[in-house]
């Protein structure tokens, strides 16, 4: 299978504090690949390298074959159509409506006519499981699993062949989370997306994550499937994943 | 609550500590007095009894570890005698993670030369930082002005509205207030001369020329410059800039440029009615006051008021606007995760956008004057 992305000997630097030392990944095509961790292991900051929102100090990082660090304006403007972000707070555009933020890439994008975009609004939002009625509603109007979702389906607006999500299940109930896991799962099958995404929540590892990367102490501790997780020898992958019984 | 107390006696040569009822961070500090007035330095044993003690809290017995330490360091033997399994636990939970924890460091004591410095370096590097800003404006930007379907008419005609035409109504009052302010100040002291028509003259140049541009800038600074910094500071809090950056929405193209440029077009607008509004305020003076009739006074208006003055402070309205408005953004963009800081950006940006309006316009006033215009 092809590889999606490769970070290559990826080192980070905040003032003088280093979070990546010589960090390692290749994500393959059709994955859901998951970034694992304690707190403060810089999983939220590869995933922002990752989508060029923040530089690496050295090291490199590619994504859809593109070269992130000798990457030229237009290529980045193309990249960045392919694939969709989903932030830990969802982040919309709080000016819109629903419906507004979903439709945006493809208003600014695409020619398409008002009422194709509107069909496709519409679809997005049954496909992710939120009500034709929220539409109309403003991000302060709705509750965080709905502002997840609605954000999930921008991201998903422009069907893009790569999804980053950040902690898509936090600080959402048990039952929506699991309605989220079964609805990535479900996106993957009928859209075949790449999904990389950042996870505390072990229940939606096993259910959704085919491989993981494991980060500590700066470095990739363990990379590939869940089977034989447990055999690793490393404080926080005995201690996250050593009550886990499947 | 049992009584609580601390009895210190000597039994078989060695020093006793019995403690009664509880111990815990009410009680204490006092405690740790008279433990300290203690001289221990005769002491070869002493014994810490709990035997009578109810309940001991984790400071408690933080105090108690050190004080251990202590006195075995000082070579002295500790007994604890104990038989209340909480408290020995709680001493137990105490000591283990006493023994792995770290202190923490406090940070050094900093001289004011020390401080001096940061702060220079600190005020360098935001300079650098805000010609950053402006390089990424010029160079990278202005792409977006020079090929015409870039840009964004529907954004520009939004910030049009928002930050000008809502303006329209506390411009044209305050322009008017400052016209009637100046006028019957100036009136009163050209009274004492008979020199009444000489109102208008001075009314017209100061008004056009200075006080309209100026007091415009100030009440635009304070209400759409604060605007976008806050906006702007918000949205990046929200990751609604992160957002935007990603799906590729350059926030130069959809937030900044469009802010600028509807600004520089309705600057000179509001300068314009603040021109109106100012000399309105005047009229009204001039005619109660000094007897002027409005026919008079706009005969007298046109006669020794010169065009360029009107032209020279509409010309400013530009400049002026790039001015709070570049500042105003740029302050947004520096707003960093917290919630604080907008409050702080938001203060400096009105306070920096003002003064380097005030700077701007002396600028233009020796430039213009050697210029003899
Ligand atoms: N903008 C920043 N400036 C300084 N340090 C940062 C910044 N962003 C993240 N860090 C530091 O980088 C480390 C990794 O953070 P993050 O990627 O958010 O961790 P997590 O794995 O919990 O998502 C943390 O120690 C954090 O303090
Ligand atoms: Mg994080």
Excluded at chain 1, 98 to 111: C, D, M, R, S
Aim: aromatic fraction near 10%.
């Amino acid at each position: 299978m092809k590889n999606i992305i490769e970070v290559r000997d990826v080192k980070t630097i905040f003032d003088e504090r280093i979070v990546h030392n010589g960090l390692n990944l290749t994500v393959k095509e059709g994955e859901i690949y998951g970034l694992l961790g304690p707190s403060g292991c810089g999983k939220t900051t590869l995933l922002r390298e990752m989508v060029m929102l923040q530089k690496i100090n050295s090291g490199s990082i590619k994504v859809l074959d593109y070269e992130l660090n000798h990457i030229k304006n237009e290529e980045a403007q193309q990249l960045r159509q392919k694939w969709g972000v989903l932030f830990q707070s969802g982040a919309l555009f709080s000016s819109l409506k629903l419906k507004e933020n979903i439709a945006l890439p493809l208003v600014e994008y695409t020619n398409l006519s008002k009422a194709m975009i509107n069909e496709i609004v519409e679809y997005k939002i049954s496909i992710v499981g939120l009500k034709s009625e929220d539409a109309n509603l403003y991000p302060s109007q709705i509750s965080g699993g709905m502002k997840k979702k609605a954000a999930l389906a921008r991201s998903l607006a422009m069907d893009p062949k790569l999804l980053f999500l950040d902690e898509p299940t936090s600080g959402l109930d048990p039952i929506s989370a699991r309605e989220f896991d079964a609805l990535i799962l479900k996106l993957r099958d009928i859209l075949g997306l790449t999904i990389v995404m950042v996870s505390h929540d072990l229940q939606s590892i096993y259910d959704t994550l085919d491989s993981v990367a494991i980060i500590d102490n700066k470095k990739i501790v363990y990379e590939g499937s869940l089977g034989n997780i447990k055999s690793v020898k490393n404080e926080f992958i005995q201690t996250f994943f050593g009550k886990y019984n499947e | 609550m049992e009584h609580s107390s601390l009895d210190i006696l000597h039994v078989d040569g060695k020093l006793r500590l019995k403690f009664f009822g509880e111990l815990t961070l009410y009680n204490l500090t006092s405690y740790q007095k008279t433990v300290d007035s203690i001289n221990f330095s005769r002491e070869t044993d002493v014994i810490i009894d709990f035997m009578e003690l109810e309940f001991l809290d984790s400071a408690a017995s933080i105090f108690i570890y050190n004080l251990e330490k202590k006195l075995l360091s000082d070579g002295i033997q500790v007994e604890i005698l104990c038989k209340n399994e909480d408290i020995l636990e709680i001493i137990h939970l105490v000591k283990n993670q006493k023994q792995i924890s770290t202190k923490i460091a406090h940070s050094a004591k900093r001289g004011i030369l020390e401080k001096l410095g940061e702060h220079t370096y600190q005020n360098y590097l935001g300079f650098l930082s805000f010609m950053a800003f402006m390089g990424e404006l010029f160079s990278n930007k202005i792409c977006y002005i020079i090929s015409f379907k870039n840009i964004r008419y529907k954004e520009i005609a939004f910030e049009i509205n928002e930050s000008a035409v809502k303006a329209f109504g506390i411009v044209a009052l305050t322009s008017f207030l400052i016209g009637l302010v100046v006028a019957y100040q100036s009136a009163y002291q050209l009274k004492i001369y008979g020199a009444n028509i000489f109102i208008v003259d001075m009314l017209g140049i100061s008004v056009l020329r200075e006080l309209s541009p100026l007091i415009t800038a100030i009440v635009i600074a304070g209400r759409s410059g604060s605007a976008f910094t806050a906006q702007i500071g918000a949205m990046k809090i929200t990751q609604e800039l992160d957002a935007m950056r990603t799906m590729g929405f350059d926030p130069y193209k959809f937030l900044v440029i469009p802010k600028i440029i509807a600004l520089m077009i309705t600057m000179p607008i509001l300068i314009f009615i603040s021109d109106i509004m100012a000399v309105i305020g005047g009229i009204v003076v001039a005619n109660i006051d000094l007897g002027i009739t409005v026919d008079l006074f706009l005969d007298r208006f046109s006669e020794v008021v010169a065009a360029k003055h009107f032209f020279i402070g509409i010309a400013k309205g530009p400049f002026f606007a790039f001015l709070i408005a570049t500042i105003g953004i740029y302050r947004g963009l520096m707003v960093k995760d917290d919630t604080q800081s907008i409050g702080f950006n938001t203060t400096k940006s009105v306070v920096e956008s003002i003064f380097a309006v005030i700077i701007c316009d002396a600028v233009f006033s020796i430039a213009l004057t050697n210029l003899g215009i």
